[in-house]
């Protein structure tokens, strides 16, 4: 099954999907050994598609918006899916950025030589098919497609059925790539269902995919997690925290908490959790509290929290474990960074939490004390994404501990093995 094709009604969705996979198992082979000029050429083909068919991307995404206003959707949801010029062109870009990094594949990771003469290296290779399922952003196509060409890795893209139009005319550029490069199209799959069944019928083919990477809400991660006879990379909602220290910069929390709850709140690292040291929230939490107000975000906390403030709505328990994906935000108040640790590995999801202070030492403290894929110190949570860490582009934050963890891109979607040289030897 091509980018372009659509699943035969003739045929059950199983026959199909495992039509699909033995395809891409066949076209993985071909790219596992595409040299980097092969593979950038065609990364760079399907940039230049991508803007060529601009129009055409906007058009289909105009179809997956109006149905998305007729389900009257959330206002996050909608942005998660929407694209414009720009977006189109960072899609475009994101792919040519790729291009230009060093290749990920044929890396020689270590080296050694043992007693006996023998010659043993590390060298790292593709996973080989890759099945990605994710939801709703049509931008994932473009940057899972070209991660996975780059790392000479087929990939399998399941996107969600809100994105179907979208996600199909951007899997035709990344084709057209691959094609005018002289490589397998069949390198990039899109499979085009709005079938439920499709993910299952998935996540049984064991033999022809290697990895699945799921990247969405708990419902869809659970769902293959409980299903999958695959190997998971799995992409857990972001729970992610704001931590203000009794040390802050009262400046530098009010900023930092407001654009990493509201600068995209649809985002995976948007922050869902404001927790603020006792010794200062008093102090402190009324402004962020004018910031996110006048922002037009809703603030639940505890009772402490809202003691404090009365813009305050109360909490409930289930608030300290909910993505919102909105402009939402839970306010708890914490005794230092000790309570703020324990609140995030009980209740976060190891994605991203960042503290905001001053002192070296409660730092530290924050950055090895909580168990999460990204810890960061006086930064936003919502730089949590491969682009921004110089990576080129993501397909998801591993929160898993795992093969990888944190931003995944392309050198995070190898694998390796060891290669022996020797003059003879035999083993005693």
Request: glycine share 10%; hydrophobic share 45%; charged share 25%.
């Amino acid at each position: 099954m091509t980018a372009a094709t659509v699943l035969d009604s003739e045929d059950t969705i199983e026959t199909e999907m495992r039509r699909t996979a033995q395809a891409a198992k066949e076209a993985g082979r071909a790219l596992a050994l595409a040299d980097s000029a092969t593979k950038n050429a065609a990364l760079r083909a399907a940039a230049a598609a991508i803007r060529a068919h601009s129009d055409e991307i906007l058009a289909a995404n105009g179809k997956d918006m109006a149905a998305a206003e007729d389900r009257d959707l959330t206002a996050a949801f909608k942005d998660r899916l929407k694209l414009t010029p720009d977006r189109v062109e960072a899609m475009a870009a994101g792919l040519k950025d790729v291009a230009e990094r060093d290749d990920p594949v044929g890396r020689l990771i270590d080296e050694w030589t043992q007693p006996n003469g023998l010659r043993i290296s590390r060298v790292s290779v593709p996973l080989g098919v890759i099945g990605i399922i994710y939801e709703s952003r049509p931008n994932v196509t473009a940057d899972a497609g070209g991660l996975c060409l780059k790392s000479g890795n087929a990939a399998i893209l399941r996107g969600g059925s809100d994105s179907l139009h979208s996600s199909g005319a951007i899997a035709d550029c990344l084709s057209e790539g691959l094609e005018a490069a002289g490589l397998p199209g069949d390198a990039v799959q899109l499979v085009r269902t709005s079938d439920r069944a499709a993910v299952g019928a998935m996540l049984r083919q064991h033999d022809l995919i290697d990895i699945i990477v799921p990247r969405g809400g708990r419902g869809l991660i659970e769902r293959v997690m409980e299903e999958s006879t695959i190997p998971v990379l799995a992409h857990l909602e972001g729970i992610c925290h704001v931590y203000v220290d009794r040390a802050a910069n009262p400046d530098m929390a009010r900023e930092i908490a407001l654009n990493a709850k509201m600068r995209r709140t649809g985002i995976c690292g948007a922050a869902e959790t404001l927790l603020i040291d006792r010794a200062q929230a008093a102090a402190q939490l009324p402004g962020i509290v004018d910031d996110l107000v006048a922002a037009d975000c809703e603030v639940r906390g505890d009772r402490e929290a809202q003691a404090i403030d009365d813009r305050i709505a109360a909490a409930v328990d289930s608030d300290w474990e909910t993505e919102y994906l909105d402009a939402i935000i839970s306010v708890k108040v914490v005794d230092g960074v000790s309570g703020a640790v324990d609140h995030i590995n009980r209740h976060g999801t190891n994605h991203t939490d960042t503290i905001v202070t001053d002192d070296a030492v409660a730092a530290d403290a924050f950055l090895s004390g909580v168990d999460s894929g990204i810890v960061m110190h006086n930064a936003s949570t919502q730089f949590a994404d491969g682009g921004e860490f110089g990576m080129g582009a993501e397909i998801g934050i591993s929160t898993g501990k795992l093969h990888a963890r944190g931003p995944v891109g392309a050198d995070q979607l190898t694998s390796y093995k060891y290669v022996v040289r020797g003059d003879g030897q035999t083993r005693p």
